[in-house]
């Protein structure tokens, strides 16, 4: 079985209830664990949730943060998932990652195949006018290199994570990726060509451009620079109110002051 893990941070309602209409729509057996990054966030949303996908075949777990006054972070909030589901492969999805039809069967199909460990899907955006050449990007580094990331809708053999969970601070994702591509021959990495499709809200609310030169930006600063996650995740968090401009200056004064 397949246990699908949503982290959510103060998610809009919409967005919750778009993605249990895809998951209703996949139509096989699964287990889907939403682990809520902030103490009982979705409070009366959860009979919601229950009744919306009671005759569907998901079987539905709620896990909340269980500590006071404290946010997880998204891998802290995926691990949290992790430990409390009971499917034999983990499948990481973002809530606004889309599968595709028969997605799930896909994985199941994949992983009849012993020697695979984890994969993942390519990728489009909701605007795709807007991303062609990023996705055209993105999708080639993730063929060529395993580079996986968050909206890839990242899939992993429970008995793999449960010595190799999610690290607890800022890019988990990238740096998982990382982890997988060390430990891991390519033959054991499966990435499937039909896409997710990835929310283009986020880009287009701060701007497309800026969030994606910003995001290259990090990237390079950690690849190339070996600038610290802490000063990376306080870049990222501010970006959305600066100029270009700006976070390239930001990211000169990083990259100087190392």
């Not at 096989?28 to 009744?51: H, Y």
């Not at 500590?67 to 909030?77: A, F, K, N, P």
């Not at 690290?167 to 499937?192: A, Q």
């Not at 401009?245 to 100087?256: A, N, P, T």
Request: net charge neutral.
């Amino acid at each position: 079985m397949i246990s699908i893990i949503i982290p959510i941070f103060r998610a809009i309602q919409e967005d919750i209830f778009l993605q249990l209409d895809s998951l209703i729509q996949q139509d096989i057996e699964c287990e889907l664990i939403i682990s809520d990054g902030e103490k009982d966030f979705l409070g009366s949303l959860v009979s919601m949730i229950s009744d919306y996908i009671s005759s569907s075949k998901i079987s539905l777990i709620i896990v909340n943060n269980p500590l006071d006054h404290t946010v997880l972070s998204r891998g802290e909030s995926m691990n949290l998932g992790a430990e409390h589901s009971h499917g034999d492969v983990l499948l990481f999805l973002h809530l606004d990652t889309i599968l595709p039809q028969n997605g799930l069967q896909m994985i199941s199909d994949i992983l009849k195949d012993d020697r695979i460990i984890a994969g993942c899907f390519l990728k489009r955006y909701s605007h795709p006018f807007a991303f062609g050449i990023t996705e055209w990007i993105l999708n080639l580094r993730t063929i060529l290199f395993n580079n996986i990331v968050g909206t890839n809708a990242m899939f992993i053999r429970r008995d793999f994570f449960n010595k190799n969970p999610f690290s607890k601070g800022f890019m988990e994702d990238v740096i998982y990726s990382d982890m997988l591509r060390k430990k891991l021959s390519r033959d054991k990495i499966f990435v499937i060509s039909e896409p997710v499709v990835v929310s283009s809200y986020k880009y287009i609310k701060h701007g497309v451009m800026k969030r994606i030169l910003s995001n290259f930006l990090i990237m390079y600063l950690y690849r190339i620079h070996g600038i610290a996650l802490e000063d990376l995740e306080k870049m990222y968090r501010s970006a959305k109110d600066q100029s270009l401009y700006e976070i390239y200056k930001q990211g000169c004064r990083l990259i100087f002051s190392k």
